[in-house]
């Protein structure tokens, strides 16, 4: 082995031939990390080109630390949203609260970085099977990781809006940890992370602020670009993290910027992530065009004895980098130092100036007089890239299953562990925080507040990825996670404007997997076009933010299931266009609009995995007509034609039905329903527990006749199947004849209880 | 002129923006005002609030660091004046780790604000409650424009929201009236409630507590994250009585009004 064995020998050499000589120890350990495939999107960014990142709307693409679109407003009003999304799969699965908990702490120093203010955070989570052979670990797991993103954002003051939740054994040995943050800010106050073009006419600083550097996360891109391996699993590559001392640098460094907006002084700012004090100075120099001198010696540290590899690289939480012109120095010092008295919050956190921009695009590290790293900033930002192999999988053959009474499967769906009540974790999260929430989790499909106070402007937001898909067909899976989270979006009344992606998979070195990722890319890229903008026809609808994560496998070296995952931000332009998922009035009557193709296809449904049923198709959306069903909708809500409006996902029809009541209280008790599906031309079952996406809407009087027209108008299918009742019956019937007649008090036990049971295991 | 309101900023603190939002939606003028800043600054203001958040981290247990904070003797000074103090959740707990709260004996902690009592769950708590006037109580500072059958819809949000006390005489006193306070109901203004319309398990289905005079007053829910209609859509408000967190920060204004 090479070198100190910090890099592939073919990645060493590559090195030696970029700066023509042996690398020291500081220059191994930075480019080791900023080559991981965390860092450098090695295989895949060739690949994530298929992308539509470009539309109007979009300010800054892929690239920086988060994406950023137009929200509202225009000229000096303008404001913009942030958006990041991020996984944070092997901490937690070492270290479920200190890894999620860091995860939360990571993303939103992505979104604060931009100058924005972070007002919500979600959460897509992927556990093991908590019935399993490692039932035991999965519990502690999935108990450990809501118990940190609970305690990370909620001490940060961000409201927690959406999230999903799958199990499956798959996920067994390798959580998924997904984390997403959404930040407003105006369009004219967006801070770069880049030295400001002006540090070529006037002197610059670097200054760090946060906790002191200490030797935790060392390493920790390196970790997240293996394959875990828990018994030599090095718990000191997982970062540690503070909430309190993220709080007040918030609150101080949004006193920085404000000050410096005021006085027209453009700064650089950057968040510590892996890689550390050298990964984010030098990404900020070699962004703005510059080199830097960095001094390690005047890094505070909180351990001594550090070597300067460890200083340089370590992963310390809770830290930023500014690059501030040399009359902003003592006041930017001043607030972090006297005025929020770092020190005296956090022992050892203070700001500190490390170093200066170099004019000759040198990136120099010094330390106690010697220089430890001297390459052009370029070659390390620059990474390299891989091209893998690629070979098609064999698809797992059909079995039909058994079939069961249609009662009987209901109640096994919607006591699934995918599809019940999601309360037990969402209620661990504070959702109404900054006093913005219009609909925090469980009332809607997509989360919606209202972030600027004097715009009427709305935001809708939501999350989607669905495992038993991505196992069967990745191209459809990434194209389904779109569409699903669009669809979400789109029930609460948000016309989409972008979306992020999180792509979880194995081991990009199995031509297998590694083409399961190309599949889904070209799935997601498919639904991006299709769907487009509906504010701006033509368009392709934009990824603006993302993630890979690769090396997700089990001990024997089997991937997780392909997991491409979806956020979505929609707009909605007025409070008074917000639809509801819950049902508020008996006598609503109800409207089944969808895809008459693609129902058939009930490949990966929960119903197919109670009947022990697997293989045959996932649903293949003809993008055309799901823009036409979401074109549809929108009107339908804009018109004020429809009071609720639900979407088909998991559970199908008549879970999504259910789930329109469940804990719907009404003067004289409970609501029911009553519908009759002879008017729709599929099997009972098909009907009933398809995942195929559409919508049910609900409605009143006249209003009916209208949604008809709109409907037949935009041409798709209306099916006006039942209503909402005052009893306590659940009746499904088939042109008169019963299907299904259940008591509401029980199905609510069936789908509140399950979560309960396993997030009840950690007491106190 | 109108009443000026300081919003207490605790390193830690989260919820001072929107409590300040509150504050000059209703009608009063208000700032930050961090923990640190002069004590002349301080006593400017003719009220105050102690905002949500984890003050100084919760260290040791919740609000216990921030009432020994130099910046609470100046409060406690300023309350035995008849200003208005109003902390709202971790500020509840602050006031009352404080004394101030019930303050029978000023300075005497005769109060806890212990874990959660739930079923079937452990941890931090989000939810939707209901809260009204404990009947025949007297006013305080966020109840005067509030009648005793109005319901007031908000959010709760914390791990340690439980009123608990052992105080003969504390016990005496609510159960006798003579301490303003609200109480968590159902929907429909029921008091006879239990878990989950009490979230918390709090002695006497307490979700908020004063002092004898009214003027300093803990309050378990958010009324500075319901002071919009809209906050309250996943509420049901086709019930009659049932109002938003803006009441809550309209007495104070009229209460502040009184007093100065």
Redesign the interface.
């Known amino acids: 082995m090479a070198g100190h064995g910090l890099l592939p020998d073919n990645e060493y050499r590559r090195l030696v031939e970029l700066i023509e000589r042996e690398p020291t120890t500081v220059e191994e350990t930075i480019f080791s990390i900023m080559w991981s495939e965390h860092c450098s999107y090695k295989s895949s960014k060739n690949i994530l080109k298929i992308l539509p990142t470009s539309a109007s709307n979009v300010v800054i693409g892929p690239g920086e630390d988060a994406g950023v679109v137009h929200f509202t407003g225009e000229g000096d009003d303008s404001w913009c949203i942030v958006i990041a999304h991020e996984s944070h799969n092997h901490p937690s699965q070492v270290l479920p609260i200190e890894g999620s908990a860091t995860g939360i702490g990571g993303i939103v120093r992505d979104v604060y970085c931009m100058g924005a203010k972070v007002v919500a955070v979600m959460d897509p989570l992927r556990f093991g099977d908590p019935d399993g052979e490692k039932r035991y670990r999965t519990r502690y797991i999935a108990n450990g990781v809501v118990?940190g993103i609970?305690d990370y954002g909620?001490?940060?003051?961000v409201p927690n809006l959406g999230g999903d939740v799958y199990f499956h054994q798959g996920y067994d040995d390798n959580c998924l940890v997904n984390v997403v943050a959404v930040g407003v800010v105006r369009r004219n106050s967006i801070t770069r992370s880049a030295v400001p073009h002006k540090a070529k006419e006037r002197p610059y600083k670097f200054i760090l602020v946060g906790k002191a550097t200490d030797d935790t996360g060392f390493g920790g891109a390196a970790f997240a670009s293996e394959i875990l391996n828990e018994e030599e699993t090095d718990k000191g590559a997982v970062q540690v993290h503070d909430?309190?001392l993220k709080?007040?640098l918030t609150?101080a460094t949004f006193k920085v910027l404000e000050e410096a907006h005021k006085s027209g002084i453009t700064i650089g700012f950057k968040d510590l992530g892996a890689g550390g004090i050298a990964c984010a100075t030098s990404e900020l120099a070699s962004k703005g065009g510059f080199g830097a001198d960095i001094h390690l010696e005047r890094v505070p540290v909180s351990i001594e004895g550090l070597k300067p590899e460890v200083i340089a690289c370590a992963e310390t939480q809770e830290r930023y980098a500014l690059v501030v012109p040399d009359e902003f120095v003592n006041r930017v010092l001043e607030i972090y130092n006297v005025?929020?008295?770092l020190g005296k919050?956090y022992p050892g956190a203070q700001a500190t100036v490390i170093g200066e921009p170099r004019m000759d695009g040198l990136y120099r590290v010094h330390y106690n007089g010697e220089i430890v790293c001297s390459v052009p900033a370029k070659t390390i930002t620059e990474g390299i890239f891989y091209e893998r192999k690629r070979k098609e999988r064999k698809q797992s053959a059909f079995i039909s299953g058994r079939r069961i009474q249609i009662e009987e499967a209901f109640k096994k769906v919607i006591s699934n562990l995918d599809v019940c009540d999601r309360e037990?974790i969402?209620?661990?999260?504070?959702?109404?925080?900054?006093?913005?929430?219009?609909?925090?989790p469980?009332?809607s499909e997509a989360g919606?507040i209202?972030p600027i106070?004097d715009k009427e402007t709305c935001l809708a937001m939501a999350v989607d990825g669905n495992p038993r898909w991505g196992l069967i067909d990745t191209f459809w899976a990434g194209a389904g996670a779109v569409y699903e989270a669009v669809r979400n979006v789109v029930c609460a009344g948000g016309i989409p404007i972008c979306i992020t992606d999180c792509l979880n998979f194995g081991s990009p070195e199995d031509p297998v997997v590694f083409n399961d990722f190309h599949r889904a890319v070209e799935g997601i890229a498919y639904a991006c076009n299709t769907i487009g903008r509906l504010d701006s026809p033509g368009e392709p609808l934009p990824v603006v933010s993302g993630n890979v994560s690769f090396y997700n496998e089990n001990a024997e070296g089997e991937p997780v299931p392909p997991s491409p995952i979806i956020a979505c931000l929609g707009k909605i332009d007025s409070?008074d266009d917000?639809v509801?998922s819950k049902i508020?009035n008996e006598d609503t009557e109800l409207i089944f609009i969808y895809d008459p193709e693609n129902i058939e296809r009930i490949g990966g449904s929960v119903y197919q995995s109670i009947i022990a049923s697997t293989g045959g198709e996932i649903p293949h959306f003809d993008g055309e007509y799901v823009r036409r069903m979401i074109n549809l909708i929108i009107e339908l809500g804009r018109k004020g034609h429809i009071n609720v409006c639900k979407d088909i996902s998991d559970g199908g029809l008549i879970t999504a039905l259910f789930e329109m009541i469940y804990d719907v209280?009404v003067d004289g008790g409970a609501l029911g329903i009553e519908i009759d599906i002879g008017c729709l031309p599929h099997n009972d079952e098909t009907v009933l527990f398809s995942e195929a996406g559409g919508f049910i809407v609900g409605s009143v009087g006249e209003r009916i006749n209208k949604i008809k027209n709109l409907t037949e108008e935009a041409g798709v299918t209306f099916s006006h199947i039942g209503r909402a009742v005052a009893s306590d019956q659940f009746i499904v019937r088939r042109n008169g004849t019963v299907l299904v007649e259940l008591n509401i008090n029980e199905l609510n036990e069936l789908y509140r209880q399950p979560l309960?049971e396993v997030?009840?295991w950690?007491?106190? | 002129m109108a009443g000026r309101v300081a919003v207490i900023q605790f390193p830690g603190t989260n919820c001072e923006m929107e409590t300040l939002r509150a504050v000059k939606h209703v009608g009063l003028e208000g700032d930050i005002v961090r923990w640190n800043e002069p004590e002349h600054k301080l006593r400017s203001y003719d009220g105050f609030i102690i905002p949500g958040g984890f003050a100084h981290q919760d260290r040791v247990r919740a609000g216990v660091i921030a009432a020994k904070d130099p910046v609470m003797a100046v409060l406690t000074e300023e309350a035995e004046k008849g200003k208005p103090i109003v902390g709202i959740c971790n500020g509840c707990q602050v006031l009352t780790e404080s004394g101030l709260i019930p303050g029978l004996e000023p300075g005497r902690v005769e109060m806890a604000m212990a874990r959660n009592r739930m079923e079937n769950r452990w941890g931090f708590y989000h939810r939707f409650v209901y809260i009204r006037r404990m009947p025949e109580t007297p006013d305080c500072a966020i109840s005067v424009s509030i009648g005793d059958n109005d319901i007031i819809a908000l959010p709760i949000a914390h791990s340690e929201g439980r009123f608990a006390t052992t105080d003969e005489k504390l016990l005496k006193a609510i159960e006798e009236r003579q301490l303003p306070c609200f109480i968590y109901t159902d929907r429909k203004g029921n008091t006879a409630v239990k878990f989950p319309d009490n979230p918390n398990g709090a002695m006497f289905n307490l979700a908020s507590l004063s002092n004898r005079a009214g003027n300093v007053v803990g309050i378990m829910p958010h009324p500075e994250r319901a002071i919009f209609r809209w906050n309250l859509a996943p509420i049901d408000t086709k019930t009659p009585n049932i109002h938003s967190g803006y009441n809550i920060f309209k007495s104070l204004k009229q209460y502040i009004e009184k007093v100065s």
Do not use: C, W
């Open positions: 118990k609970a909620n001490s940060i003051g909430p309190f709080r007040v609150v005025e929020y008295e919050v037990p969402f209620s661990h999260y504070d959702s109404t925080v900054q006093g913005n929430t219009i609909l925090p469980g009332f919606v209202k106070d409070i917000i509801m508020r209280r309960r997030f009840e950690q007491a106190g």
